[in-house]
């Protein structure tokens, strides 16, 4: 117990120590860590081509298994 005490003690001294700093830099920035649209419209797009391709090799594979085992 005493172990645990002392790393949370240490993650705890972190944090406050780093918050504040973090904080006022967010402050002075605040367009910072914003995504665009566009971004999540490209991402979206990628993720869903994937899985499309994902898929359709999927039902190839599956529909022509038993031609494929003599390969």
């Known amino acids: 117990m005493k172990y645990t005490a002392a790393r949370t003690y240490g993650a705890v001294h972190w944090l406050t120590t780093r918050l504040p700093e973090r904080l006022s830099k967010a402050g002075r920035r605040p367009d910072r860590g914003d995504i665009s649209i566009t ?33």
Do not use: F, Q
């Open 39 to 71: 971004t999540v419209i490209i991402w979206v797009a990628a993720v869903t081509g994937a899985l499309v391709i994902a898929g359709t090799i999927a039902a190839v594979i599956a529909r022509y298994n038993g031609s494929l085992s003599g390969i």
